[in-house]
C-alpha cells in the first residue's frame, strides 16, 4: 500500500536564446509558480487567482504574471535543475522500506515532445509502407511503428484529428546506485534512427530504492 508522496523539484535546464537565465521578479512571483505547478492548476484557475490577487494586493511590489502562460513560458526558462518528481513510500518489508521516485507520464512526455529538434521527425499518421519484391509485387514493410497494422487500427478507433501516441517504457542494467534502477519513457512516433539517440529518451523514475531501517 502506498503510504504517502513527497513532491522533489528536479526540473531539466534551459536557457534562453540569449543564454541569459531569467529569475522569479518577486516572492509573491516565486510562491504562485511553486502553488501552480505543485497543484497543476489549470490556466483557468490559476488566470482566477492572478487577477484576485491583482485586484486586492496591497504591496506594489508583489506582482503576479499577467495571466498563467506567462508564468509557465517564465518557469520553462528557469535555471532550475530538474523537473517535479515524486518520492512515494511503496511498502516496509523485513526491516527495508521500498521507495519508487517517478514523475508523471504526461510531464515527461511534454519534456520529450518540447525538444524541437525530436518534435520535427514524429510522426503521428499511420503510413503503411511497400517494397517490390523480385516476383514484382508489393510486399509490406514493418521498419517502424507507424508502418504496422496496429497503428492503422488504433487511428481508425479514435476520433477525426486525434492523433496516436506510442509510449514505450523500457529499462536496462544501469543503476543510480546500489539497488535503483532507472526507467527510461520514450515514443514509437520517433522514427528509429532519431530514437536511438541519447536525447530522445527521457527519464521516468528511478525504480524501487530499497532503505534498511
Not at 486586492?56 to 503576479?64: K, N, R, V, Y
Not at 520529450?112 to 514493410?141: A, G, H, Q, W
Amino acid at each position: 500500500m502506498v503510504k504517502d508522496s513527497v513532491t522533489i523539484d528536479v526540473r531539466p535546464i534551459r536557457k534562453t536564446s540569449n543564454n541569459i537565465m531569467p529569475s522569479f521578479p518577486n516572492p509573491a512571483y516565486k510562491e504562485f509558480v511553486q502553488l501552480l505547478t505543485k497543484h497543476h492548476l489549470s490556466d483557468s484557475v490559476a488566470n482566477d487567482i492572478i487577477g484576485l490577487f491583482n485586484t486586492f494586493h496591497m504591496d506594489p511590489t508583489a506582482t503576479l504574471p499577467s495571466n498563467a502562460k506567462a508564468a509557465r513560458k517564465l518557469l520553462d526558462f528557469m535555471q532550475i535543475p530538474h523537473i517535479l518528481y515524486k518520492k512515494t513510500f511503496i511498502m516496509e518489508y523485513n526491516q527495508k522500506q521500498y521507495i519508487l521516485h517517478h514523475r508523471t507520464i504526461y510531464n515527461t512526455v511534454k519534456e520529450l515532445l518540447s525538444n524541437e529538434d525530436i518534435f520535427k521527425y514524429c510522426v503521428f499518421d499511420y503510413m503503411p509502407k511497400y517494397m517490390t519484391n523480385l516476383n514484382n509485387e508489393n510486399e509490406r514493410c514493418y521498419g517502424e511503428q507507424y508502418n504496422s497494422e496496429w497503428w492503422g487500427r488504433a487511428q481508425s478507433s479514435i476520433s477525426e484529428g486525434a492523433k496516436v501516441l506510442s509510449i514505450i517504457f523500457y529499462s536496462d542494467a544501469t543503476t543510480c546506485k546500489t539497488s535503483e534502477h532507472p526507467i527510461y519513457l520514450t515514443l514509437g512516433n520517433i522514427p528509429n534512427w532519431r530514437r536511438n539517440k541519447p536525447d530522445a529518451k527521457v527519464l521516468l523514475s528511478i525504480h524501487l530504492s530499497i532503505h534498511k531501517l
